[in-house]
Structures are given as structure tokens and as C-alpha cells.
């Protein structure tokens, strides 16, 4: 098969990132909120200030970690049958994770997302052909804020037999997770094995690193779960308004907390995420703009030089209702992107700040389309098909030859895109493709079943359960 | 003499050391001082504010502009007797205990100070009583929240319930990427604003209650 490509940065363009990233961390360096890994740093040579809770980080050390973090990593599941392998071949695609409001598609309204919401958007997840790993979609905001990093855990791990995808806000949300995780694995050999679950780390941009949530990666590490370490620098607030200087802000952001992270667990497997936007000048918000896709697309390249696994956002948009708006914003840039081959493509079901089941659905054929496309065209004397052509001969038609016949299934086929005459359409009730999809997450929640957990796994999250509600009311 | 609205234009144009330069340079030569922040800073900082709202100017000119202003302001602070600056209000900003992102706040500071706001920014993952005792200290009108995490934005009670039992006159004022109308009814909060620039207009209807 002949796949199309993507080229992009230059080699030297490559390294002149590289190097703006690393005279960043020698100059400029990190606030690091944390001394346990301030502690870190100065063991290993960095030049660190407890006080003002910040590092510089020699370029040698950056150097190192990237020797040590593993170039692939394989990805567990609770079912064996969804594992798959980050070796930068093919992309594999994740839901979008934590937006706080739901789109309702019985009521039209958007509202705050509660624990339910989540259970059925996993489930629907957990059907889809085109989704491999679950970011809990939607924040529980029906529990206790302490309590909602372990219960969006819970319920996506209830919810489905893919691999699971979180975050912690602190040591202690991870520790959690990691012991659900090895209740449902068997053993913790097992888990640093071939992990279930895999864990978000954000950076606050510009250079800073919260406590909670670098303890939590060291944590994760401790346990061989991999850390998807996502800076998330704005061009003109949070990072420099010329798009080149913000992909330098979060690289150096990305190595700098990969440095920590490897010398805390050494071969701990990390992935290389931006998390880049542009912002709004008129209110500071974001905005969808082709920069950002661009950023994207180069900091994957990067990632491959460094051949570091990746998880990168494919389908971002502005729009809050499921319209042209969100339609076009979805698929303007996802084939270049998958072009670059992430590991992970992050996106699916989102819409501006929030999440729809329609939306999952609808994802889920972009994605069908864009993998199709990918995989290129096959060119041979079979494909050329000169004797056929010749057989059929001018004002011929090809529909009853054997060679149409042998090859048509091949064909990529809409799963719920449209393809009748304007009269068929007509007759099937002129449905609007949101409305398509509707019908398909009914039919999904009314028919398809995830298998409970093991009674002993329930059992340990009980156990789970009750220390963190002690901890959260220790706390309050 | 300077001309203040020399000091008017400097502003407009985020001129900051021509702005320091010529408000030092005014009050040595003796002008009145109340004239030089009203013809010279305000002045600037309310034209500035309007060519925002008719799109001519956006943030970074804010944030230019209001840094000039606040420069010039610093000189003539020491001068000014109590009851001298007019401003539109008094506002004490912080973001909620716990949450360390400010960068909609800071946006929020900037363009309240573009509309004539006194603002004082407390910083990041602020307690309810640091907000209580600086809103005392400053006479606040306001005393605006921000949170970003759905895990902080429910410290923002506390702060309300603070301020009320500590008898603090100030409306109070929120903001953040999840929190809502309905959350700000909820906890009692007097006011609620999806984006900077609908804070400015919140925090005007605010102050005329």
C-alpha cells in the first residue's frame, strides 16, 4: 500500500526547539511547588531554591531522561482483547477528558455532568469501534470535590473493558487508582507489566509545577503507570504569542517534568503531549485557529525525533451545540494530524467545554474516515486493472465482472453518514445526522453490556472508598 | 509645562517610562496633583476602555496601557490626599483556595482597571481570610473569586460565608471555566460574569446597589 505523508519541520528546525527548550530550563528554569521533587533536582545537580520553590535544570540532565524514558510502551485493558502497543505505526484514539457539562440530547440543554452521565458515555465508549481508551469524559460534580478524581476512576472502570485513562490531583488520588488498578490485574508485576490504566499530568503554563499533581506522577511512576505529561501553554497569555516560542515553552515545560519523573523511577514510561492553544485578544479566552493545529503538528514530529510514545489532540473545536460549527472545526485538521502518527488521538465526543453522546457517535465516523485514509492505496497490475478495462471496453459497465466483485467489500463505508438520493432520504423520515445519532447511543445504552467487575474487585474498592472518605473528612 | 494630555496620550499608547518620566516631571513643576491623575491617567486609561468596547484595541493594549497608568499612579499615590481618586470602585481579586490558575483573572484585573476600578490582586490560592482582611483594609466594593477546578470552586462558599459573618460590606463577585449562574445563586454569591469583559459590566451594576 502507497499511504500518503506529511512532512513538516526541517531537521534543523527540530533542534533549534530542542535547544530553545533547553537554554529555557538552564535560564529561565521551573517554579517546582514541591520539595519532594525539588529534592530530587538537587540530588541530581540541578541548582535549586527551596524558598522561591524553583529549579534551573542543566541540558545533561534533560539528556539523560530522554535515554531512560521506554521508546514503546504496551497498553493493558480489563479485557486482553483491547491491548494494544504505542510504536508510533498507528494511531489509537481516547474520549475527551473532563469537561464539568453535559450537552443533553433529550432537552437540548447543557447542564452540570453528574456520575450517571459518565457511566453512559463509558458504556457508549466502550462500544465504539474507534475508541481504545477511556479519559473520563465528564467531571462527577454530584460528589464531594476531594472524592471526584477516585469516582470518575471508579465508574469508568466499572463502565468498560478498555484501558482507562485519569489523573490525579494529588499522591493520593494515584495511590488509589493504582491499588483498584492492581486489584483488577491480579498483582502489581502485572500491573508495571502491561498497565490498565494511564494517567494526565497537567503543567501550568508558564513553567510551573503544582505539587499535587508531580507527586502524583511520581507516584503513578513508583507503579509503572505511564504519565501522559501535558503542558497546556496559551500563544499570547500563557506562552509567547508567536507560535514557535510557545511549542519551546512546552517542550521545555514537557522535559523538565520528564527529568523529574525519571529520576525518580527510572524507566518510568512517560508520553509527550501538547496541550497548546492560541488565545482570544478580546477576552483571553481561547480560540480555534490553524496555529494550534500547526503547534500540534509539530510537537508530534517532535516527540517521533525524540521517539518518544504520544498523545496529542486531534479534534478540538469551539462550537457547544453538535452543528456545522463542530462538524467542520472536527475534521479541518484531523487528517494531518493522524499524518503524524500520534500514539494516542485524544478528542473523541467533545464540543466547546463540554461533551455529547452524539457527539461519540459522530466522532466515531470521522475517526472511520480518517483511518481509511491513512491506510492509502494499493497500486499493482491488479489494481491498474488494464485487462478488465479491456474486457468491459468504452461504454461498458463494470457492476457484473468478477474482478468488482472479488474487491468491492473493500470499499469504505459510512456507518451512519447519509448516502441516499434526496427522495430515499425523504422517505426514511429526512433525518438531520444529530438525530441519526441520537438513535444510535438509545440503541447502544438499551443493548450493550459491559461485564460487572469481580465481586473481589468490587470489594477493594469498597475498601478504597471508605479511606478516602475518612481522608477527605480528616481533611474538612 | 507638561502638558497633561501629553500624559493622556502616553498612556493610550502603553508608553510606560514616557508616562513616569513626564507625571514626575508635572509634579515637580508643581501642578496640581488631582489634575495630573484626572487629565493625565484617567483621562488616558477611560479612552483606552472605549477603544476596547469599539474593537479598536484589545488586551495587549490594555495591559500596556493599564501598566503606564498604574506606573504614573505610583508617584502620585504618596500626594494624593484621601477622597482625591474618583474611581469607579474598590475590588479585592484572588483566585479560590487550593487553585493556582490566575491567568482570567489577571484578564479580569486589567480590564477592570482599564474601566476605572481601584484593583488590589491578592494572588493565588487564597484563604477566606486573607480575602475578608484585605477587603477590610482596602474598603472593598467588591471582592472578586476565580476558580478554575471543580474541586476548588466550591471553596468560594467559604469565602462568602467569611465575609458576611465578619460584617464585610462588599458584594461579592465570581468567576472560573466551571462555575455557573446557577452555582453562583446557589452559594449566595451577588454576582456572576462568564468572561472578562462581562466582569466590567457586572462590577458596574454591582456598585450602584
Redesign the interface.
Given at each position: 500500500m502507497s499511504k500518503p505523508g506529511i512532512s513538516f519541520l526541517s531537521q534543523e528546525e527540530l533542534n533549534d526547539i530542542h535547544s530553545a527548550s533547553v537554554k529555557i530550563l538552564e535560564k529561565t528554569g521551573i517554579k517546582v511547588m514541591s520539595h519532594k521533587a525539588l529534592d530530587i533536582l538537587k540530588k541530581a545537580g540541578a541548582k535549586v531554591d527551596y524558598e522561591a520553590n524553583h529549579a534551573t535544570i542543566p541540558g545533561a540532565l534533560v539528556g539523560e531522561a530522554l535515554k531512560r524514558v521506554p521508546k514503546t510502551i504496551t497498553y493493558g485493558a480489563r479485557n486482553s482483547e483491547n491491548d494494544f502497543v504505542l510504536d508510533k505505526q498507528t494511531p489509537h484514539f481516547t474520549t475527551t477528558g473532563m469537561p464539568a457539562f453535559v450537552l443533553d440530547g433529550e432537552t437540548g440543554e447543557r447542564r452540570s455532568s453528574v456520575t450517571a452521565d459518565l457511566a453512559c458515555f463509558t458504556r457508549i465508549a466502550d462500544y465504539l469501534k474507534n475508541v481504545h481508551s477511556v479519559w473520563p469524559m465528564i467531571v462527577t460534580t454530584d460528589v464531594p470535590g476531594p472524592l471526584q478524581c477516585l469516582m470518575e476512576f471508579i465508574t469508568i472502570a466499572r463502565n468498560t473493558t478498555k484501558h482507562l485513562e485519569h489523573e490525579a490531583l494529588t499522591a493520593l488520588d494515584a495511590q488509589y487508582q493504582v491499588e483498584i488498578a492492581t486489584a483488577i490485574v491480579g498483582s502489581k508485576e502485572q500491573l508495571k507489566k502491561k498497565p490498565i490504566n494511564s494517567a494526565v499530568q497537567c503543567v501550568f503554563s508558564p513553567l510551573t509545577y503544582e505539587k499535587g499533581l508531580i507527586e502524583g506522577s511520581i507516584e503513578y511512576g513508583k507503579a509503572g503507570v505511564p504519565v501522559v505529561v501535558m503542558p497546556m501553554p496559551l500563544a499570547g497569555t500563557t506562552g509567547p504569542v508567536t507560535p514557535a516560542g510557545t511549542m519551546a515553552l512546552n517542550n521545555a515545560e514537557f522535559l523538565g517534568n520528564l527529568v523529574i519523573l525519571e529520576l525518580a523511577n527510572p524507566g518510568a514510561p512517560v508520553l509527550y503531549s501538547p496541550g497548546v492553544g492560541v488565545s482570544n485578544f478580546k477576552t483571553g479566552y481561547h480560540r480555534w485557529a490553524p496555529e494550534a493545529s500547526l503547534m500540534h503538528l509539530g510537537l508530534t514530529q517532535l516527540a517521533r525525533y525524540y521517539e518518544l510514545p504520544s498523545e496529542v489532540g486531534v479534534m478540538g473545536g469551539g462550537s457547544k451545540l453538535l452543528d456545522a460549527q463542530a462538524g467542520y472545526q472536527k475534521a479541518i485538521s484531523i487528517i494531518a494530524a493522524l499524518l503524524m502518527t500520534p500514539d494516542i488521538a485524544l478528542g473523541v465526543g467533545g464540543l466547546g467545554g463540554c461533551i455529547s453522546a452524539e457527539t461519540l457517535i459522530i466522532d466515531n465516523e470521522i475517526i472511520d474516515y480518517a483511518l481509511r485514509y491513512l491506510l492509502g492505496l494499493e497500486i499493482d497490475d491488479e489494481t491498474l486493472a488494464v485487462d478488465v478495462i479491456d474486457k468491459v471496453g468504452p461504454g461498458g459497465n463494470f457492476l457484473g465482472e468478477k474482478h468488482t466483485l472479488q474487491y468491492f467489500r473493500e470499499g469504505w463505508v459510512p456507518e451512519i453518514s447519509d448516502m441516499d438520493t434526496f427522495e430515499v432520504w425523504q422517505r426514511k423520515g429526512s433525518k438531520a445526522i444529530a438525530e441519526v445519532a441520537k438513535e444510535k447511543t438509545k440503541e447502544i445504552l438499551a443493548t450493550h453490556k459491559v461485564a460487572p467487575l469481580p465481586e473481589d474487585v468490587e470489594k477493594e474498592i469498597a475498601r478504597v472508598l471508605k479511606r478516602a472518605e475518612a481522608e477527605f473528612l480528616k481533611a474538612s | 509645562m507638561v502638558a497633561l494630555t501629553k500624559i493622556k496620550d502616553s498612556v493610550i499608547a502603553g508608553e510606560v517610562d514616557e508616562v513616569k518620566d513626564l507625571v514626575k516631571k508635572a509634579v515637580d513643576e508643581g501642578q496640581e496633583v488631582k489634575k495630573i491623575l484626572s487629565e493625565g491617567l484617567i483621562a488616558g486609561i477611560n479612552i483606552v476602555g472605549n477603544k476596547y468596547e469599539s474593537?479598536e484595541f484589545?488586551?495587549?493594549e490594555m495591559v500596556i496601557a493599564a501598566t503606564a497608568m498604574k506606573e504614573g499612579l505610583k508617584i502620585l499615590s504618596p500626594l494624593l490626599k484621601e477622597g482625591d481618586i474618583e474611581s469607579a470602585g474598590t475590588v479585592v481579586l484572588g483566585t479560590a483556595q487550593g487553585d493556582?490558575?490566575d491567568?482570567?483573572k489577571s484578564?479580569v484585573g486589567t480590564m477592570l482597571e482599564g474601566a476605572g476600578f481601584m484593583v488590589t490582586d491578592v494572588g493565588v490560592d487564597v484563604g477566606p481570610e486573607k480575602f475578608v482582611a484585605v477587603a477590610k483594609e482596602k474598603n472593598a466594593d467588591i471582592i472578586g473569586i476565580s476558580a478554575l477546578?471543580?474541586?476548588?470552586m466550591?471553596k468560594i462558599e467559604d469565602v462568602i460565608k467569611a465575609a458576611r459573618g465578619a460584617g464585610v460590606k462588599a458584594k461579592v463577585m465570581i468567576g472560573g471555566?466551571?462555575v455557573?449562574q446557577?452555582f453562583a445563586d446557589k452559594i449566595g454569591a451577588d454576582g456572576y460574569a462568564p468572561?472578562?469583559?462581562s466582569a466590567v459590566g457586572k462590577a458596574r451594576e454591582l456598585v450602584k446597589k
Open positions: - | 474593537g484589545f488586551l495587549p493556582i490558575h491567568i482570567g484578564i477546578l471543580t474541586t476548588t466550591v471555566a466551571s455557573t446557577e468572561d472578562a469583559p
